[in-house]
């Protein structure tokens, strides 16, 4: 008993079949069944009429992908950045500010510790930086 069977397609058809398989040096049965490995594994629906080429679809892929990451960018990197940068300014005033308050009580307090003063701004200073 053969493994083989028979199928019945248009003469139309199968000239399609003659000529793709010559195009891929295939005869008629590789190209079947390499056909139906193809949409066995990819899950492509031979009936699906595409009109584009692979390659349209994948630039038509990438232009979504370059617009999904650049929404991203504007509504969260952007803001997110922005208010990163403010958030440092407003540190970098407060800590200005504690080491004047400091400077001050230091000044308030003892008058003789100008030195110990100033190795505390210098040190204050650093961490700013």
């Known amino acids: 008993m053969s493994d083989r ?6 003469k139309n058809s199968h000239k399609i079949l003659v000529e793709l398989a ?10 079947v069944e390499e056909m139906l490995v193809y949409f ?20 038509i892929l990438d ?8 929404t991203q960018e504007r509504d969260i990197l952007k803001p997110l950045r922005n208010e990163v940068y403010e958030n440092s300014k407003r540190n970098e005033a407060l800590i200005i500010e504690l080491s004047t308050s400091i400077k ?5 307090s003892n008058q003789n510790h100008t030195d ?7 040190s204050i200073k650093s961490l700013i930086n």
């Open 5 to 10: 069977k028979s199928i019945l397609i248009t």
């Open 22 to 31: 010559k195009n891929h040096k295939m005869n008629y049965q590789t190209f």
């Open 40 to 59: 066995k594994k990819t899950g492509q629906d031979p009936r699906m009429n595409i009109s584009k080429s692979p390659s349209e679809l994948v630039s």
């Open 63 to 70: 232009k979504r992908v370059v617009s999904f990451f650049k």
């Open 104 to 108: 001050n009580a230091f000044i308030k």
């Open 116 to 122: 110990e003063l100033n190795d505390l701004l210098e």
